[in-house]
């Protein structure tokens, strides 16, 4: 047989050595370790409500404050959430269905504001009008601050959507108002469910936002009573509503997403799709990615401009930045390697070997990237002070923080690159001699190294923008960009904080652009 003959992709069963099998109890041994970790703090939430008896718990859950922050909490969902997919399904329709002028610039800067971290959303917005506060002040930093979220699974579908479909459902005599709801919303069921649960997950889990605005949420008194009682019983009550929150929440998105089919057997005729010309009412349309780059990023810009400003060069302490801005890159950089290094063996696994038992513990991960990070800062801070003491407040209890809250990030882009690599190559490299391990390190994470970049990219830009769990875990003298912003922010030292909220929104534009160039290419472009 030739050498050409031998690697003919028909003979390709013949080139499965049986030692290559062997290799999957590595990473599966990993995959159910690094599970174990992630799913800690609902462990911890379930101990703690176990350990504290019903008797004290239903008196610390079935109270005046709890139902309060609830009600704060479900009236922000409520609010938020609908606001958010108006916006966004309008920008995405006018940039993407519409001859609006300079559309692609506007489809930037609907994606620009993920840059701007939402605490300095309300930093912005509370330094230029102090009275804005409650939840009033809460829905419009929220609504400014997340809708991105949304807006940008709803661009890539809108470039994907099959024209035929509309044309078909017009020439049945629908106007173009029916054609879209009945037509185009339901296919962006999936991009709706989606960006609404993240949103959703997030408005549970920010801190910065509502301290700032002066709005009570769970979040806002967990952290309130760990400072005040040291990680005390009524905390830990507080974060097992606030869990409960969460897997509501998941839930209802799984029920509003549905079995319903959205893909179709052959690609079909690719056109593109005609554009709506919105004539007379180009300028009346024209308003709204104007307003909403002027509120989500031209006030953070002027309120930052003025601060720097009105502070001059002294504001400039380029020890105390340096310190910050070092800190900040070294904690990215460590916590995002080993993000993306957990990811690497579930990723590996749900490519080569899916199955039930893989898809579980992908599953977990998600379950526990959806806890908010004062439950995963507090489970962490109660198992180091109780069993792991030395652990406490140091560089691997954070970078397992990190891990835990910011692994589908990582695992999203490895497992769209590994998918990508032939496994054939694989094969090809243990049939020459390298062990399994070796033809995977050498082959295919070498493939997967676009994903993995854009992984540690996208984790670098969360832990770039956590506050709470950095707080309450980083290792003494620890004082991050996000740290140092806070403190002086809270002392109502707003110039002083100036330089810290610039250097957070610069750095993590390079990583806003790769998650935009990310959904270009998924959507085609």
Known sequence: MSVQARWDPAERRHLRPARYFTFPTLPLALAVVIAALALMPLG??????????????????FRPRVGELLTNTVLLVLCTIPLCILLSVSLAWLTERT???????????????????????????????????????GVLVSVIAYFPFLYLPLVAVFRRLDPALEDQAASLGLSPLQVFFRVVVPQLRLALCGGSLLIGLHLLAEYGLFVMIRFDTFTTAIVDQFQSTYN?????????????????????????????????VGSGAARSVPRKKLGRATCLWLLLPLTAALLSLGVPAVTLGRWLYVGGIG??????????????????????????????PIAWLSVRKPGRSHRAIEACYYLASSMPGVVVALALVTITVRV?????????????????MFLPRALVSLRTSIAQAPVELEQIAGSLGRSPLSAFWSVTIRLAAPGAAAGLALSSLGIMNELTATQMLAPLGTRTLAMAFWALSSEIDYAGAAPYALLMVLCSLPMTWILYKQSNSLAGR
């Not at 379930?46 to 859950?61: E, K, N």
């Not at 930037?108 to 102090?130: D, E, I, Q, R, T």
């Not at 380029?318 to 916590?335: K, P, S, Y």
Request: glycine letters at 8%; aromatic letters at 10%; hydrophobic letters at 60%.
């Open 232 to 264: 005390g019983i009524a905390a830990n009550m507080l974060a097992i509503v606030l869990v409960t929150c969460c897997l509501v929440l998941l839930g209802l998105e799984a029920l509003a997403r549905g079995n319903r089919r959205y893909a179709r």
């Open 388 to 404: 792991a003491l030395p652990f406490y407040q140091t560089m691997a209890t954070i970078v397992l923080a990190y891990a835990i």
């Open 44 to 61: 911890f939430v379930v101990w703690a409500g176990i350990a504290t008896g019903w008797a004290d718990a239903s008196a610390l859950i």
């Open 99 to 137: 001859d609006l002028p300079f559309a692609r610039l506007w489809s930037s800067l609907g994606v620009a504001p993920l840059a701007v971290p939402a605490f300095v959303h309300s930093y912005a917005w509370v330094s230029l009008m102090p009275g804005l506060h409650g939840l009033p002040g």
């Open 315 to 344: 504001i400039w302490k380029m020890d105390a930045i340096g310190l910050a801005l070092w800190q900040t890159f070294v904690l990215c950089l460590v916590g995002g390697l080993a993000t993306t290094a957990a990811a690497i």
